[in-house]
């Protein structure tokens, strides 16, 4: 029997901590722990472009070192900070690593993600970042962040550790990676658009872990999907379900994405261990197809 703490699929996003106080933050984390969560999820550019958000972590919990060996590390590189635009170079990503490993005041990363495609991505470049950082013992694996099928064939040319990771926007607010394949081959539906060249069949094939990141969020920030106007059918299908067994809405949405086969982790992004004992225990619950569906079709999506 597996407890919690080896099985729950759900990480704590790191990106809103910047306005809590080093307490609140070691709060947050202690809360955490508690609920099994295993998985941090930092980027070099949250909390400002300068490491922001991981150094006030690495300060507020100069983590022993039995308790970071506990932990799973994620953080990102890949964003120009401060300006538009990306760098995959193979400078930009040793150095970025590497101020990371000091703003998190730790020696090792277990995995470093490319943060969002950058098309004038040269792979021997990634390649070269890649092992150098891996032979280095600084990063222990890899993996990308809203990535195409096709960007990730083309990393994979020189890249020779596995991608083991790919983080993309998912949940009932944002539901395009799963909505497309539902209403394939339709004429005349938006939903029906192949906007990923087939990611999630891509990643179940290829043993990538999905990461759902905004898994609350209704579309790229545009409000919570629990009180968003537009999403009342929803609302009262989550209260429904919520009653059903005995839980909350949160519980609910988590449990909506835990649900799919393709068993993605979850990064949820509370600043309270309250909530994210809530997504713990969504985690836990196995929605019935007939409830996975409706829950899908009250978010708005087609099912023809
Ligand atoms: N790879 C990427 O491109 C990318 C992009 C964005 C984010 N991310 C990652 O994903 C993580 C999560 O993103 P996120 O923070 O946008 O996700 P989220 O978990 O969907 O949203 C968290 C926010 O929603 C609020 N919230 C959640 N449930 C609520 C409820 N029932 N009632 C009221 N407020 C509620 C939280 O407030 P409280 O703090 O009060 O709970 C918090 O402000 C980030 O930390 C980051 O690690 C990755």
């Not at 170079?89 to 490993?101: G, N, W």
């Not at 730790?106 to 990634?126: A, F, I, Q, W």
């Not at 993996?143 to 096709?150: C, K, L």
């Not at 891509?202 to 999907?225: H, K």
Request: a negative charge; hydrophobic letters at 40%.
């Amino acid at each position: 029997m597996m407890t919690r703490s080896e099985s729950t699929r759900i990480g704590l996003g790191m990106m809103r901590i910047a306005t809590l106080e080093p307490n609140q933050i070691r709060d947050l984390y202690h809360g955490a722990r508690e609920a099994g969560v295993k998985l941090f999820d930092h980027a070099d550019v949250y909390g400002g472009g300068e490491h922001g958000c991981e150094r006030l972590f690495g300060e507020a919990l100069e983590l022993s070192s039995s308790e970071r060996e506990q932990i799973v590390l994620q953080t990102k590189c890949g964003i120009r900070p401060g300006v538009p635009g990306f760098d995959f170079s193979a400078e930009h990503i040793i150095r970025r690593a590497e101020e990371s490993l000091e703003a998190l005041r730790t020696e090792y990363l277990d995995v470093l993600l490319l943060h969002r495609p950058d098309t004038l991505v040269e792979p021997e470049e990634v390649a070269q970042a890649f092992d150098a950082l891996e032979s280095s013992g600084k990063v222990r694996s890899f993996g990308v962040s809203n990535h195409t099928p096709r960007q990730i064939d083309l990393l994979k040319m020189n890249v020779s550790q596995p991608l083991k990771v790919n983080q993309v926007q998912f949940g009932l607010g944002h539901a395009a990676l799963v909505a497309q394949g539902v209403a394939a081959n339709m004429e005349g539906l938006e939903q029906s658009t192949n906007r990923d060249g087939g990611l999630l069949e891509y990643s179940r094939i290829n043993g990538i872990t999905l990461q759902a990141w905004s898994p609350y969020q209704r579309g790229f920030f545009n409000g919570l999907i629990f009180d968003h106007p537009e999403l009342s059918k929803l609302h009262r299908v989550l209260d429904k379900l919520s009653k059903e067994y005995a839980t909350t809405p949160t519980s609910i949405a988590t449990a909506w994405i835990t649900r799919h086969p393709a068993k993605m982790e979850v990064i949820v992004g509370t600043t309270k261990a309250s909530r994210l004992h809530e997504a713990v225990a969504g985690a836990e619950i196995t929605l019935t197809r007939a409830e996975w569906y409706e829950l899908f079709e009250a978010a708005g999506y087609q099912i023809p």
